[in-house]
């Protein structure tokens, strides 16, 4: 494809800023929506407006050749609506109209149900959407159909990049702190129900790296995704016709083991591990298609996360 002009939906989030840089690594234009937080930059107009409003949207779209969508909203009942339903609505409508050559719409992992559901064998892209409880699953599965429906529809081309949880700073070693994932005012929170030991720990104030466990006591895995390795995915779709009318699972070059991820960071800490019971499902997601497809080829694996999560903080 001819790229010129991408219009952005959520430029200023947490991966809008990553996606800002690979665009004018590119030498692209933007036109970006802004609804709250002012963006700045060389070759970006911002649109001021909001993406529930479709007369702000198509101002955005006009003379783009791509567009892409990152605009969300989580457990919010008041606002997710608006933006996941209402604003993809909008942004598929003003597509239909114009002469956009591809929508490229970021999606997640949690459109297929990840841990909340067992997974017998690899995510790959023909499992089912299936949303697990919450408002913001049940918008990304939505967002997708959408697409697709208009593409079936109305010829509107569209790619869905759909990534696992994505990781940037020091998010890993928050996500592996007992004390940021068990609040004693909300048990539960995080890790789903958790057992009174685990409770005084978080009350006293002690720090523990959890290890998920299941019934039977053997660590869960889980797969996740380096922001570096969904912008080198992103890269890699934006503009490619081989990428059009398709959907995508972008993570890790593999899931990683919940002990041996612990046991790893206590290592590097010096902090002990302790063993969490939760209901959830491990799970792990194939990502042949992007790599047999696109070339895809993810970087960071745990241990580099990791890595890179712990330079993150000793250099903040």
Not at 3 to 32: I, M, P
Not at 39 to 52: A, L
């Amino acid at each position: 494809m001819n790229l010129k002009t991408v219009a952005v939906f959520g430029a200023s989030g947490k991966l809008g800023q990553h996606v800002l840089r690979v665009l004018a690594a590119r030498g692209l234009a933007v036109r970006a929506l802004v609804h709250r937080t002012p963006i700045v930059g060389e070759n970006i107009t911002c649109v001021s407006g909001s993406i529930s409003n479709i007369a702000s949207v198509r101002e955005t779209i006009a003379g783009a050749d791509a567009v892409v969508h990152l605009a969300t909203t989580k457990e919010d009942p008041e606002t997710f609506f608006d933006v996941a339903m209402r604003g993809t609505w909008n942004i598929l409508e003003a597509c239909r109209e114009s002469d956009v050559q591809q929508v490229l719409l970021f999606g997640g992992d949690a459109a297929q149900g990840i841990w909340f559901f067992p997974q017998p064998i690899p995510i790959d892209e023909n499992h089912a959407l299936t949303a697990y409880p919450g408002y913001y699953a049940f918008s990304k599965v939505m967002e997708e159909q959408m697409a697709e429906q208009y593409s079936i529809q109305y010829g509107v081309p569209y790619t869905v990049l759909r990534a696992s949880w994505v990781f940037d700073g020091d998010d890993l070693l928050r996500h592996f702190s007992l004390l940021e994932n068990v609040n004693p005012s909300e048990p539960g929170h995080g890790f789903g129900a958790v057992p009174e030991n685990v409770m005084q720990l978080v009350r006293g104030g002690r720090e523990h790296v959890p290890i998920l466990v299941d019934e039977n006591g053997t660590a869960l895995k889980r797969h996740i995704v380096h922001v570096d390795d969904v912008m080198q995915a992103f890269d890699k779709m934006l503009g490619n016709p081989v990428a059009v009318n398709t959907s995508f699972n972008i993570a890790a070059p593999s899931a990683f083991n919940y002990r041996v991820a612990a046991e790893y960071i206590s290592q590097k800490t010096g902090l002990p591990t302790i063993e969490i019971p939760c209901q959830y499902h491990g799970f792990e997601i194939n990502i042949n298609r992007a790599k047999t497809l696109l070339g895809y080829a993810p970087e960071n694996d745990f241990f580099n996360m990791a890595d890179k999560a712990l330079a993150f903080r000793q250099g903040n």
